[in-house]
């Protein structure tokens, strides 16, 4: 399995970023997809969810309204688009592959090494 994202960088506030994370080695869309973060000194977090068909998506209440995640199954690629973004979503983007295609209650098997996102002015 390989997830690679791209996509992060820095930003002013208010700003928009668009995440990728292109995808190998399994059938991408039989699996939901994750985005997670991870802040200095803070634990890693999920903050959007897709199901294996795009049908479900779920979102943390940090972000809901702001962030939009998305996926193309014929092109292997789940995005983050996160707009209004603010210092406080400044942290390590991962993509992660969850262990089954339905979002709720299903565990993280695999990330991907992580795309930085400064969100400072």
């Known amino acids: 399995v390989q997830l690679v994202e791209s996509g992060g960088g820095l930003v002013q506030p208010g700003g928009s970023l668009r995440l990728s994370c292109a995808a190998s080695?399994?059938?991408?869309?039989?699996?939901?997809m994750s985005w997670d973060r991870q802040a200095p000194g803070k634990e890693r977090e999920s903050v959007a969810r897709?199901?294996?068909?795009?049908?479900?998506?779920t979102y943390a209440d940090s972000v809901k309204g702001r962030f939009t995640i998305s996926r193309d199954n014929a092109k292997n690629t789940v995005y983050l688009q996160m707009n209004s973004l603010k210092p406080e979503d400044t942290a390590v983007y991962y993509c992660?592959?969850?262990?089954?295609?339905?979002?709720?209650?299903?565990?993280?098997?695999?990330w991907g090494q992580g795309t930085q996102v400064t969100v400072s002015s």
């Open positions: 897709i199901s294996s068909t795009g049908g479900s998506t």
């Open positions: 080695g399994f059938t991408f869309s039989s699996y939901g």
């Open positions: 992660t592959k969850l262990g089954r295609a339905n979002i709720w209650g299903a565990s993280p098997d695999y």
